[in-house]
């Protein structure tokens, strides 16, 4: 007889059942207690606020209306070829593609998460907005980086990239308190560098 059925008949099964279920209910009405006072201290507050903004001082503000010119572009391109180079070197085919695909899903939900809400224009963006002439042709000129907008916000673009090459280069490598710490802490530090320029709120970031 196993174990299963033997607890089934002294009933200890129902009873680790039953307190696991009392446990869980527990933990549900603190997180929805605490959720609540929350939602009541945000209710209280007379003026916006951003915890990220709040703890890191800006840096500099951001006045760029091309890709590559702002800090935090450089660091994720960096970021980008370091992972290139790292996957293409030691990783076989079926990693990149599950990559691209990971990828491509992330940004096809950004694409509703985009248009479901828009946020005001964070305060350290000073530069002028670029005016499409016209979107479709102008998206291309986004896509490679000659132009940038300045509210699209939620959620990070970014922030999805760093954590998805993070996760995938500490799940797939063999040295992970090397290769895979130096290059979390390297991605960690762009996403402090978002929050510094206030190029994103930082529930932008938490969610991605």
Request: charged residues 10%; positive net charge; contains cysteine.
């Amino acid at each position: 007889m196993d174990n299963v059925g033997r607890g089934a008949r002294d009933g200890t099964a129902y009873k680790a059942i039953s307190w696991d279920g009392v446990r869980l209910f527990g933990w549900f009405t603190v997180i929805l207690y605490f959720m609540a006072v929350v939602q009541l201290h945000c209710d209280s507050l007379s003026t916006a606020w951003d915890l990220g903004h709040a703890v890191f001082p800006q840096i500099y503000a951001w006045e760029t209306t091309t890709f590559f010119s702002s800090i935090t572009d450089i660091w994720i391109i960096s970021s980008y070829v370091l992972f290139l180079v790292y996957c293409f070197w030691s990783h076989p085919a079926i990693v990149k593609r599950r990559f691209v695909f990971c990828l491509t899903v992330v940004y096809a939900l950004r694409i509703f998460s985009l248009l479901a809400t828009r946020y005001p224009i964070l305060p350290g963006i000073v530069n002028q907005r670029y005016e499409a002439p016209s979107v479709f042709g102008s998206a291309f000129l986004l896509m490679v980086g000659i132009r940038t907008t300045q509210t699209d916000y939620m959620f990070s673009g970014h922030t999805s990239v760093w954590t998805m090459t993070t996760l995938f280069v500490w799940y797939y490598t063999s040295h992970r308190w090397t290769v895979g710490l130096f290059y979390a802490l390297f991605n960690l530090t762009g996403v402090f560098l978002l929050l510094a320029i206030r190029m994103h709120y930082s529930a932008d970031v938490w969610i991605a």
